[in-house]
């Protein structure tokens, strides 16, 4: 049982690139999550999706785009990334039960960005 | 909107004594979930303890406990025999118990000294 789990660990992008960060989980979970991590504000979400083809904006949505085609997996995209993107991503998953009502959410061990 | 507020940036404690992390939260809910969480240099964010608005009783975890203050909107953690390996930022989080986000505060950098 791996958890959850985030690739690349570490990426450098130049302005007006593209890339993909993908976050696993293997514990059925049905809500998933990114987050970015900025120094002196904690975790800010990104997007968040309830549930396998649906997905959510959350605080800081702009510049980034998410996918959920499997429970499973859930993509977070830059289509053109910029300096302000630099940061380190974290996704995170949980069990929906009882309406709503979550479980714990359990994290990823982060992917650093750097965008130049 | 809520909000949560850790006002320690930094704090440094003992190895072997106790230090508590102040917390407090703005919110007009009376059912929710505060948590701490522990993110040591790996990066990885790691559970510490949860609470539930409406349990009365302070949660316990090991070493860990809380001081839950629902009236005062306030919810510090206790460490208590402190150990080398609980040098980490610590996290205070809010979540309402019928939405998806959970609201983090600004951290707390926690440093042992042997």
């Known amino acids: 049982n791996a958890g959850v789990t985030q690739t690349p660990k570490f990426r450098v992008l130049k302005t007006g690139q593209s890339m993909t960060l993908l976050c696993a989980q293997d514990m059925n979970h049905e809500y998933m999550y990114w987050y970015r991590q900025d120094p002196g504000m904690g975790l800010r979400l990104i997007h968040y999706s309830v549930g396998e083809g649906t997905t959510a904006k959350g605080e800081v949505p702009d510049g980034y785009n998410v996918s959920r085609l499997k429970k499973q997996n859930f993509l977070l995209g830059l289509e053109s990334a910029a300096p302000s993107q630099t940061s380190v991503y974290f996704c995170?998953?949980?069990?929906?039960?009882?309406?709503?009502?979550?479980?714990?959410?359990?994290f990823g061990p982060g992917t650093r960005l750097l965008v130049l | 909107a809520q909000t949560v507020t850790q006002s320690q940036p930094e704090m440094s404690v003992q190895e072997a004594e106790t230090v508590t992390l102040s917390c407090t939260y703005d919110t007009s809910e009376s059912d929710y979930y505060l948590f701490w969480y522990k993110q040591p240099p790996s990066r990885q964010m790691i559970l510490v303890i949860r609470?539930?608005?409406?349990?009365?009783q302070n949660a316990t975890e090991n070493r860990f406990s809380v001081n839950f203050q629902k009236a005062a909107k306030s919810f510090s953690l206790k460490i208590s025999d402190s150990q080398l390996g609980d040098a980490a930022m610590y996290f205070c989080?809010?979540?309402?118990?019928?939405?998806?986000?959970?609201?983090f505060g600004p951290g707390t950098s926690l440093s042992v000294i042997p």
């Open positions: 609470q539930e608005a409406y349990k009365q």
């Open positions: 989080a809010y979540r309402k118990t019928s939405y998806d986000k959970v609201i």
């Open positions: 995170a998953s949980s069990y929906s039960i009882n309406r709503g009502r979550q479980e714990t959410q359990y």
